[in-house]
């Protein structure tokens, strides 16, 4: 399995520009999380869905952030109009909770720099 | 509700000394997870260790060991003989499980992390 993929794993962006963020999981994972990791607040979730459906998106700091996930294997994460105040690293996980077997799996994460 | 509290913020050892990171967590859930996160200088979240809250057993796997302590809401890993290599930022976090939730996990709570520096 290639584990969770994200990309891009860098982007470098003008203040006011539009940044989408990728994820695709596991196959057979049902739950997808959107983490945010900066130093002042260290990991916080974002959002997360379970079976493609929004559970908690209490976490999303404002209305600039939107995330969809149109089917189970894709999700994207939207941040309109980007701020510097938004440059963190962004990771995306997937899990399963089976008989036996649960876990997360993260992706390598997208570096996000808003000048 | 769920918190993680890992109240070192940095430690620094010399290679081959032995190492603790403690992790107290707090919740109201009955049925939860813990788990152990390693995120080394490239930036990647690497899995170490999970444990379910009625599993009370300490596990061993080479050098890591971790005792996890309902009594103390602790979850503590220790590293043998620690190696340069071992140098990174640790996460423990904290998943809730409720039965009603059927085959997914929920959000999981990390603390804010130990930066570990091991010096050769």
């Known amino acids: 399995d290639a584990g969770v993929i994200q990309s891009p794993r860098h982007e470098v962006t003008e203040m006011g520009q539009e940044v989408t963020l990728r994820c695709k999981p596991i196959s057979g994972h049902n739950s997808l999380f959107w983490y945010r990791q900066t130093m002042m607040r260290g990991l916080e979730l974002l959002i997360y869905f379970n079976n493609n459906v929004p559970i908690d998106d209490s976490g999303m700091p404002e209305d600039r952030f939107s995330a969809k996930m149109p089917n189970a294997s894709f999700s994207t994460l939207k941040i309109q109009p980007s701020e510097p105040r938004d440059s963190a690293v962004y990771f995306c996980?997937?899990?399963?909770?089976?008989?036996?077997?649960?876990?997360?799996?993260f992706g390598s994460g997208t570096r996000l720099t808003v000048v | 509700a769920q918190k993680v509290t890992q109240a070192q913020t940095e430690i620094s050892v010399v290679e081959k000394e032995d190492v603790t990171l403690d992790c107290v967590y707090e919740t109201r859930d009955t049925t939860y997870y813990l788990f152990w996160y390693k995120q080394p200088p490239s930036g990647e979240l690497v899995f170490l260790i999970r444990r379910n809250s009625f599993d009370e057993q300490n596990e061993i796997s080479g050098r890591y060991s971790w005792n996890f302590q309902k009594s103390t809401s602790s979850f503590n890993f220790t590293i043998t003989a620690s190696q340069v290599v071992d140098s990174a930022v640790y996460f423990c976090a904290l998943s809730e499980a409720r039965l009603d939730r059927g085959s997914t996990l929920g959000r999981l709570y990390f603390g804010r992390g130990t930066q570990l520096t091991v010096w050769p």
């Open positions: 996980a997937s899990s399963q909770r089976n008989r036996g077997s649960y876990g997360y799996t």
